[in-house]
């Protein structure tokens, strides 16, 4: 079974990028009327406690949106796109104090319109029970959201989801990469995606580590957007922190706990507004999270061919 749990790691630098980036297109997307199908396809637990152990003993949510919070404090010139996701971090707050952090299950429970439908898969089983809960909870709101939580396999099932009888999708594969097939995973689902569903919305993270199969993702993403004719776009955001022995040792052994430095999001039909906003929110960000000298941003983008 999985060992891995979002809890240490929610609201580090890597959920800001792909926080910032996935409420962008949502936004994007809303602005028509049509429903649209949201999937999760590796949701976690939903929302984390910043102030249990979990959060403070690996210290990256306060690295992460505790230093982009007190940033935007600082600083009241934060772009829209920066603007919009720190409203949404501010709403699981209302007190103020950060303590919550909404994962993108939150996020996107917060953004259903009663035309939307919003699938969650989570294979874990604690995590899994929390995000139950928590399914509950958002399910009771009025007007009643049309959430469904699936305890099963992301990858095979969203499968099953596409096409869309509105023809209108945002989907987000968020892996934990503990296993090295994952990778792999990513490409082949994307792949029968894209054949079942040529028109939706999805939005991949990775992380940039040491590993072959990790460099080599965004390649093979950009090679399949690139075969189906579809627009993409990449971005990236290394916050620099200095190396240490002990961080490398724990990137060579799969997604490390306190010493991912970069992470990337690969997009296939991207909203055609979303390359400028991360262009601009990205040195922003990037300015209250850097941890060192080689602290670096790259947005690219290709356009639909044929
Ligand atoms: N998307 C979440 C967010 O942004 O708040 C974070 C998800 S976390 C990076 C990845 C999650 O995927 C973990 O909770 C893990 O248990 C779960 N998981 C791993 N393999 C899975 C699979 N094949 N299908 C569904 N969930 C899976």
Not at 40 to 52: E, M, N, V, W
Not at 59 to 69: D, R
Not at 145 to 159: N, Q, Y
Not at 171 to 191: H, N
Request: charged share 20%; aromatic share 8%.
């Amino acid at each position: 079974m999985f060992s891995y749990r979002h809890a240490f790691h929610a609201g580090n630098h890597a959920d800001v990028l792909k926080h910032v980036a996935l409420l962008a297109a949502l936004e994007h997307l809303q602005r028509k009327d049509g429903g649209l199908l949201l999937v999760d396809t590796h949701a976690g637990a939903g929302q984390y406690r910043l102030d249990h152990e979990a959060a403070r003993t690996s210290g990256e949510a306060q690295a992460g949106i505790g230093a982009l919070w007190a940033h935007a404090t600082a600083h009241r010139d934060a772009p829209a796109a920066v603007r919009a996701y720190l409203d949404a971090v501010a709403a699981a707050n209302p007190d103020g104090a950060l303590r919550h952090y909404p994962g993108s299950p939150a996020l996107l429970a917060a953004r259903l319109r009663p035309q939307d439908r919003l699938v969650l898969f989570e294979w874990h089983p604690t995590d899994g029970r929390l995000l139950d809960r928590a399914v509950r909870d958002w399910r009771a709101r009025e007007p009643r959201p049309a959430i469904e939580l699936r305890r099963s396999d992301g990858f095979t099932g969203l499968r099953a989801l596409l096409p869309p009888p509105s023809r209108r999708g945002l989907v987000l594969i968020d892996p934990s990469y503990e296993l090295k097939r994952d990778y792999a995973t990513v490409v082949a689902t994307l792949g029968e995606a894209l054949h079942r569903f040529a028109v939706g919305c999805y939005v991949v993270w990775y992380p940039l580590i040491a590993r072959e199969q990790a460099h080599a993702l965004p390649r093979r993403l950009r090679a399949l957007a690139q075969h189906h004719g579809r627009a993409w776009l990449q971005a990236e955001l290394n916050v620099g922190t200095p190396a240490d022995p002990a961080a490398k040792a724990a990137a060579a052994r799969g997604r490390p706990a306190g010493s991912l430095r970069a992470s990337g999001l690969f997009v296939i039909n991207p909203p055609y507004t979303l390359a400028d906003q991360l262009r601009t929110a990205l040195p922003w960000l990037l300015a209250a999270l850097r941890q060192g000298p080689a602290a670096a941003w790259k947005v690219d983008a290709g356009e639909a061919q044929g």
